[in-house]
């Protein structure tokens, strides 16, 4: 099994499905768990030194985080649906609670932080979206905390990929700090599909192939991306969502095309 995939489990008694840590990643910066929460059900956490993006990918929950309190945060169903999800940015160090009203599926994503500034709501109207490709490599975005956002180190993105699509493409990189040409951003895919027992694929090698790795994803499975190019593709009848969450020492999203496949990017059209 691929040294890079992550796969869900049972729940564990605060609701816990899937963590990757900087410590089991091997890495320096981002964080992410995934959490089901049952109606009534609550997951609490403090993260010392490290901010944190709640996002509501499906269902609704009320958030405490210090002395902020945000009700029915989140009203999608699924992630395939065509709302935004509820999020809430914690400060490093601040507790939060997050309660849920009926079945909720939670993403926790963290990375370093300075715990300045307070915890917000992060408004739908604030999460710009964009369509981008063409043809089969249309995929459908929405920033939920993009570097045009207050944080510290964190950048988070959802897209939708539909099927017989491919995206993350043409394949590109984000692991050299390059002033204005790169940056050096650790990721994490969380992946869901519709219907749920379908698969994709995520392929995530370097200019070398020293990493070159193939990875069959199923539903609720993380790839995680330390380096090197990483493209997806969504088989025919399935659509695909994936969660992103990225950080590094520089908040900045510059990545770098494969340059045997970057005539794809500049193909009319």
């Known amino acids: 099994m691929s040294g890079l995939r992550v796969r869900p489990h049972d729940p564990a008694a605060d609701g816990t499905v899937l963590e990757v840590t900087p410590a089991s990643a091997g890495w320096k910066h981002v964080g992410f768990r995934v959490v089901r929460l049952a109606n009534g059900q609550r ?10 993006c709640l996002v509501i990918v499906a269902g609704s929950a009320d958030v405490h985080a210090g002395n902020a309190h945000f009700v029915h945060v989140g009203t999608r169903a699924t992630p395939f649906d065509a709302k935004a999800p509820g999020a809430v940015y914690v400060p490093a160090g601040l507790s939060y609670t997050v309660t849920a009203w009926g079945p ?10 300075s715990g300045e500034g307070l915890p917000r709501l992060i408004a739908e109207t604030s999460m710009s979206r964009e369509v981008r490709g063409s043809g089969t490599n249309t995929r459908y975005i929405r920033n939920i905390l993009p570097q045009t956002e207050p944080a510290d180190s964190l950048l988070v993105v959802e897209v939708i990929t539909p099927g017989g699509h491919w995206s993350s493409y043409p394949p590109h990189k984000h692991d050299t700090a390059e002033e204005g040409a790169e940056t050096a951003l650790e990721e994490t895919y969380y992946h869901r599909l ?5 698969f994709a694929f995520q392929r995530v090698y370097t200019d070398d192939r020293t990493l070159d790795e193939t990875v069959a994803v199923e539903d609720g499975d993380v790839v995680m991306v330390p380096r090197g190019y990483h493209p997806v593709g969504a088989p025919h009848g399935y659509d695909l ?5 990225m950080a590094g020492p520089d908040r900045q999203w510059i990545f770098r095309n494969d340059p045997a496949h970057d005539w794809i990017a500049r193909r009319p059209g």
Request: charged share 15%; net charge negative; hydrophobic share 25%.
């Open 43 to 52: 997951y609490s956490n403090r993260e010392t030194g490290r901010e944190t």
């Open 241 to 245: 969502y994936y969660l992103n969450v």
């Open 194 to 198: 519709n219907p749920p027992q379908g």
């Open 104 to 113: 909720v599926e939670l993403a926790v994503c963290t990375a370093p932080g």
